[in-house]
């Protein structure tokens, strides 16, 4: 473990960086900051990107373990993310939330939290990218790994609530850090040191995400959008990326070093009015091409298990599907389980429940609509540059509602900035798992933090969304391998939950008590 | 058992009118008094991780605020009058919960003062005062 020491002289490279990177405040500065970071991003992605080949497809190992995670959970838990879907409902609703309980963090406040951390680019230009080159079939596969990745967040929320820390000040915290090194030294003596390490590993990966698809690739495609509104590489701004990064980063440095609570505040009431917009949009599109919406769903279907002129075929678009599902809704990744630790529960079971909305709202809402609206205006286009994802639906909405772009640059913009805000907490909790917290450990990370957003945007997409992934769909590894071991308590947990829910031994309130 | 009058107090003027009213109605009546203040909060709120790791504490640091300046010195002052008075300190809508709290104490009548504190929030979204007209369960009486 690094020692407290490191610290100081850690600041000391951050600000001479820091100093470098302003000196050099030219034209240049994005091609070198590029540079500089591309063989180490590709060196991680490919890594964490091992593949095998399967029908000559090159299927990374990773896709495999999430999704064979999600199948198997979604089995051991007898399809509990369609039994307690309803239930889940019930629970948002606030139907068993016990009036003297109000004022601590309910169920739907856990889960808004959570979702405005996981709606956002992906969303929008993951699925760009997936139509694009997985074809309309790809849709089908990313509502099925939404579907299944419900399962996914069902355990790995129960599990951040179970074992989270409760603080004598008040404050919680929770996580796969927690569950990971708790939950495993309680299954046996032999596992502690497992989950010790599994926990670290988590924690440092985390910290990766952090820095990778939860900053650089929220950075790198807001900036994108932002160019292709204001002209195009005819933009003043379009090889000014270092200066979009620096104002997002003064931003971003208000709300998590200045405190400046306001800022966030602002930012995650506007976050969801912009969700809605963008999904009654996406709704309103579709109905205008009501025509095309059955061809549309007839090529997500048969472009699924019939994909002629796509590379790698039927596995070449199940990939692509799968992949832009897991990036956009995190499902075994593990991050989601921090934010859901807040709730005021004793049941930690019914976070679990809540938590099958996030995948869904995610992936088979908002996904599926950024996806029919690219295939009924026909913009999806296999030949498309595959790093212009926000570009590309930018495109398939403004083909309907021209100055829509401009809602969208906006929405873009605010969606990476609450992502980044949540993924900034989600990664400081991982931090200071590794360091212990000190306001110099702090610190540190939050300065780290500020400078990936500048390199962010200074980096063309391709390397910063390879990077990004490989970090992300690096804390699958540690996480799914710890929840397996987990899965028997989780059951318990379940079980004893869901036979008070069936003998109706569960106590509703106000309303909800009256309806009975 | 002796009939219930529940108040609605938010520490405004107004309110402390509302107030000496059933005060001084509860000590000729023999009503028991249940003061209530409501702290403004939604359980369908956005909020940053940050807030809701903070939020129990700050919680407990609200209802602990609460008591000490508005509810506890009241009930005190009641008491010393000889009013049977009692405090209750909730989050939530205002509106609901003092009709929530209504039906919890079986309360036979309401009291509140005609505005609250924050006079712009009641011209944009209609005062806790006209709300509860229309919600109640029970009479209420608005204080000028």
Redesign the interface.
């Known amino acids: 473990m690094l020692k407290r020491n490191h610290g100081p002289r850690l600041a000391l490279a951050i600000v001479l960086l820091g100093t470098a990177l302003t000196a050099h405040a030219e034209n240049g500065i994005d091609q070198r900051i590029d540079q500089a970071i591309r063989p180490v991003a590709d060196a991680v992605a490919g890594f964490i990107f091992s593949s095998f080949t399967l029908a000559g497809v090159q299927v990374p190992f990773v896709l495999v373990w999430l999704l064979l995670a999600a199948t198997i959970f979604t089995v051991y838990f007898k399809f509990i993310n369609l039994r307690a879907f309803r239930h889940g409902f019930q629970l948002v609703r606030?139907d068993y939330?016990d009036?003297l309980a109000?004022?601590?963090?309910?169920h739907?406040?856990?889960l808004?939290?959570a979702l405005?951390?996981t709606v956002g680019l992906g969303n929008i230009a993951g699925v760009a990218v997936a139509v694009s080159l997985g074809g309309p079939g790809a849709t089908f596969w990313m509502i099925l790994a939404g579907l299944l990745g419900m399962s996914s967040k069902f355990v790995e929320c129960t599990l951040g609530v179970k074992y989270r820390n409760e603080y004598t000040?008040?404050?919680?915290?929770g996580g796969p850090m927690y569950y990971l090194s708790k939950g495993l030294a309680e299954r046996g003596p032999g596992l502690a040191k497992l989950g010790r390490v599994l926990a670290v590993l988590f924690a440092i990966f985390c910290v990766g995400g952090s820095f990778g698809g939860g900053n650089m690739f929220q950075a790198n495609q807001s900036f994108k959008q932002v160019v292709a509104v204001t002209g195009g590489d005819a933009s003043w701004l379009a090889d000014k990326g270092w200066l979009f990064g620096a104002v997002i980063a003064v931003l971003v440095g208000l709300v998590i070093i200045g405190g400046i609570?306001g800022i966030?505040?602002v930012t995650?009431?506007i976050?969801?009015l912009m969700g809605v917009i963008y999904v009654s949009a996406g709704l309103a599109i579709i109905g205008l091409h009501l025509p095309d919406l059955p061809g549309a769903f007839v090529a997500i279907v048969t472009g699924a298990f019939n994909a002629q002129g796509i590379a790698g075929g039927v596995v070449g678009v199940l990939i692509q599907g799968f992949k832009r599902a897991a990036f956009s809704n995190e499902a075994g990744i593990g991050s989601a389980a921090?934010?859901h630790s807040?709730?005021?529960t004793n049941r930690p079971v019914t976070e679990g429940f809540v938590a099958l909305y996030e995948p869904f709202v995610d992936t088979v809402v908002v996904c599926t609509i950024t996806a029919l609206v690219i295939v009924v205006t026909g913009s999806w286009d296999p030949s498309i540059d595959p790093s212009q994802g926000v570009a590309l639906t930018s495109a398939a909405f403004e083909s309907t509602i021209s100055w829509f772009p401009w809602v969208l640059t906006v929405a873009v913009v605010l969606f990476a900035f609450s992502t980044m805000?949540?993924w900034s907490?989600?990664g400081l909790k991982a931090w200071t798992y590794l360091f212990g917290e000190s306001l110099i450990t702090d610190a540190v990370y939050k300065i780290l933090f500020l400078l990936f957003v500048i390199v962010g945007s200074s980096m063309q997409l391709g390397s910063v969304i390879d990077f990004s992934d490989a970090m992300i769909f690096a804390m699958a590894f540690p996480n799914v391998l710890g929840i397996y071991f987990l899965l028997p308590t989780v059951k318990q947990e379940l079980d004893e939950y869901w036979a008070d829910y069936k003998a109706g031994r569960l106590r509703k309130f106000?309303r909800a008590a009256r309806r009975g | 058992m002796s009939k219930v009058l529940l108040v609605g107090i938010d520490g405004s003027e107004c309110s402390d009118r509302a107030l000496n009213y059933a005060a001084d109605w509860a000590a000729a009546s023999g009503h028991r008094l249940i003061l209530s203040y409501v702290i403004e909060w939604s359980p369908f709120s956005f909020n940053t991780p940050q807030e809701n790791e903070e939020r129990h504490m700050r919680r407990e640091a609200e209802l602990e605020r609460a008591h000490r300046e508005i509810i506890d010195p009241v009930v005190e002052a009641l008491r010393e009058r000889g009013v049977h008075a009692e405090g209750v300190i909730r989050h939530g809508h205002a509106a609901e919960t003092l009709c929530q709290l209504a039906e919890e104490f079986e309360a036979s009548h309401i009291v509140i003062g005609k505005t609250g504190s924050s006079r712009i929030r009641a011209q944009l979204f209609g005062s806790v005062a006209m709300s509860m007209v229309q919600m109640s369960p029970q009479p209420v009486t608005v204080v000028p």
């Open positions: 606030g939330s009036p109000a004022g601590e963090v309910t739907f406040q856990a808004a939290t405005s951390g000040d008040g404050t919680v915290s609570q966030a505040r995650s009431k976050v969801p921090i934010a807040a709730v005021r805000i949540s907490y989600y106000g």
